[in-house]
Every structure is written in structure tokens, then in C-alpha cells.
């Protein structure tokens, strides 16, 4: 099966910066990515989504990247506010579920 | 306002009881599903319903049962609690098996004691 995983568990940054947040995936046929988004005792919000036929995918202040090749997506957020602060998952879909990645915790800083 | 309720928002259990957790949509979706979310384990499936009618096993079902009970309603029973069962339970659902983006509900948080 899929699996997902990221590469920090927590990333720190300065109000106004921009941030990174990675995701790795295993299945090379995965064809739809998602990322999620979630605040202290609420269930996760969809951010943003891309298809693998992209490689960028543009929202309001967020950007998602993906490259097939290596398997890997991101999720970069532009000048990071405090209420950016969550835990931000990526997905993978699979037949008929996704496989969510276990989570990196973004803390923005004033 | 549109979404996916989850009743109760809070539960504490003894082992050995019983109880069901409560989903309902009002977004027409065909598919929903059970998650459990434990602190450095992500999200985990436990079942889903692709459809009204059928249910399937996820990552993580043991100890658990499901019932769509209809279109808007999918709900999740542990017959026996136990401990490793205390969790912060997510439903969801989605137009089309999966290949669209999940809506949550808030979250059930449980414990067994």
C-alpha cells in the first residue's frame, strides 16, 4: 500500500518569512495529492489539491509543488502569519481512501 | 452551515463498555469514513462506506464495527472499550471515493479508563 511520510515533524519560523513543508510518497501510479491543514481541537481543513498531470499549483498565499520523479511534494507558504500556525498534513489517494502523512507542526513566531 | 457533525464531542468510557459515535453530512457525498488520530501516528483509517450499502476495513479496525445507516449518516461502535482505544475519532466524507478532497467533522475525543 501507500505510504507517506514527511521529513520534520515541526518547523519553527518568523512572522513574515516563508515556509516549506515536505512530503515523500511511495506509489509512483498516485495521481491526486492533497494538503490539509489543522488548527488545536478542530479536524482538518482542505488547503490545497493538485493532480499529478501538474507540477504547481497556486492558491492564495500558498503554493503546491510536486515532483513525480522523486516522489516528493510540498507545500510553501508565503509570508507565514500567526494564524498559520497548525499541524499541516499531506494525502495520497489511493483506489478509494487517502493515506494522510503523520503531520508536521508549523509555529510562527512574532 | 454546511459540513460533517460529529456527536458526542467529548466521552469518557470505562473498559469493557460499550458506545457509538454519531456522523452525519448534509454535502450529498457518496463516501464516508472513520479516522483515528493518536499523538505521532497521523491520521489512521478504521472503515469507510464508498457508497450507502458497503463498508470496508481500513488501516486500524479491529475492535470496532460500522453502520451506514443511510446517505447522510455513518456511525462507529466499540463494543468493548479498551484502553489503546482512547483516541480523538474524525469523521468524513467526500463526493467520490476518495479522489476528491475529505470535509472533517470536529472530532469525537475519547477516553477509556
Known amino acids: ?110 | 452551515n454546511a459540513g460533517v457533525t460529529q456527536t458526542p464531542k467529548f466521552q469518557v468510557l470505562k473498559t469493557g463498555q460499550s458506545m457509538t459515535l454519531q456522523c452525519a453530512q448534509d454535502m450529498n457525498h457518496n463516501s464516508m469514513y472513520w479516522y483515528r488520530q493518536d499523538p505521532g501516528m497521523g491520521l489512521r483509517l478504521i472503515y469507510y462506506s464508498a457508497s450507502e450499502g458497503t463498508t470496508d476495513k481500513g488501516e486500524v479496525p479491529n475492535g470496532y464495527n460500522v453502520s451506514r445507516l443511510n446517505k447522510r449518516e455513518f456511525s462507529l461502535r466499540l463494543e468493548s472499550a479498551a484502553p489503546s482505544q482512547t483516541s480523538v475519532y474524525f469523521c468524513a466524507s467526500s463526493s467520490m471515493d476518495g479522489n476528491y478532497g475529505y470535509t472533517f467533522g470536529s472530532g469525537t475525543r475519547l477516553t477509556v479508563v
Open chain 1, 1 to 110: 500500500g501507500e505510504s507517506v511520510g514527511l521529513h520534520l515533524p515541526t518547523l519553527s519560523v518568523q512572522e513574515g518569512d516563508n515556509s516549506i513543508i515536505n512530503c515523500a510518497y511511495s506509489n509512483s501510479a498516485s495521481d491526486y495529492f492533497i494538503w490539509y491543514k489543522q488548527e488545536s481541537g478542530k479536524g482538518p481543513q482542505f488547503i490545497i489539491d493538485i493532480r499529478s498531470n501538474m507540477d504547481k499549483r497556486q492558491g492564495q498565499r500558498v503554493t503546491v509543488l510536486l515532483n513525480k520523479t522523486v516522489k516528493h511534494l510540498s507545500l510553501q507558504i508565503a509570508a507565514t502569519q500567526p494564524g498559520d500556525s497548525a499541524v499541516y498534513f499531506c494525502a495520497v489517494a489511493g483506489y478509494s481512501t487517502l493515506t494522510f502523512g503523520k503531520g508536521t507542526m508549523l509555529l510562527v513566531s512574532p
